[in-house]
């Protein structure tokens, strides 16, 4: 069956690969491959992701760098943008805060504190825009989207009810949302065991004559 990915990338990392840090080198089509039946023909991968930005870890842009080098090495694997943005906002604190011993903490007590938040904007929307586009023009048989973002559940619901193709989720938490799961033809879990297996070697070759090196760090268990 021809089947096309869709890797929502964010939702991959803070779900399954942000407390196990030596899991982060992962072989993406080799993670689907695995996860998947042996007849399956995988035309294309579609990864979304967006660029880092060292506000908070000025070695974080590098790091991304080596992984999208060694994703660069499978032909089968398209990469695509969004953007990645730092910004300071004001959000109302629940009182009285408990995050901090009470001496910390001078009454009364504040109404609004200034955070720090990073989001990442657009790569939803191309996975749904490319999912969905990709169902109406028959470039696939059956589809398989790795998320739990609830965001994608109509275009989801679109290509397997309206256009009439399959999707299946691997979802990277062991409960995905029921909205999401309620949708999708099928769903598997992807456990952390799964990606241990399916990391590539410490040098992958890429380009002409060049390597990408894993992150030291990132032989270490921990979360960042």
């Known amino acids: 069956m021809k089947t096309i990915a869709y890797v929502d990338g964010y939702n991959l990392y803070f779900r399954l ?21 042996d007849g399956v023909d995988i035309t294309k991968i ?9 506000q908070i870890d000025r070695e974080a842009p590098g790091k991304q760098q080596r992984y999208l080098n060694a994703l660069s090495s499978l032909p089968l694997i398209d990469v695509h943008f969004g953007r990645f943005s730092m910004h300071e906002k004001w959000a109302g604190l629940i009182q009285p805060p408990r995050f901090l011993p009470e001496t910390e903490i001078p009454e009364p007590y504040p109404d609004v504190v200034k955070v720090r938040r990073a989001e990442e904007k657009g790569s939803d ?9 990709d169902a109406f023009k028959g470039a696939f048989e059956q589809a398989v989207v790795i998320t739990n973002d609830t965001d994608l559940i109509e275009p989801i619901r679109v ?13 990277p938490v062991e409960q995905p949302a029921r909205t999401l799961k309620a949708v999708a033809s099928w769903f598997l879990h992807l456990k952390p065991g799964d990606a241990a297996k399916c990391q ?23 979360e960042e």
């Open 17 to 37: 690969l942000r407390k196990n840090r030596e899991n982060r080198w992962l072989n993406i089509e080799s993670l689907i491959r695995n996860a998947l039946d």
């Open 46 to 54: 579609n990864y979304y992701t967006a660029r880092v930005k060292g």
């Open 125 to 133: 929307v191309n996975l749904a825009t490319h999912l969905v586009r």
């Open 159 to 171: 290509v397997v009810e309206e256009v009439g193709l399959p999707v299946g989720l691997l979802a």
């Open 200 to 222: 590539f070697p410490d040098q992958v070759p890429f380009g002409r004559g060049k390597l990408a090196l894993r992150p030291e760090d990132w032989c270490e268990r921990g």
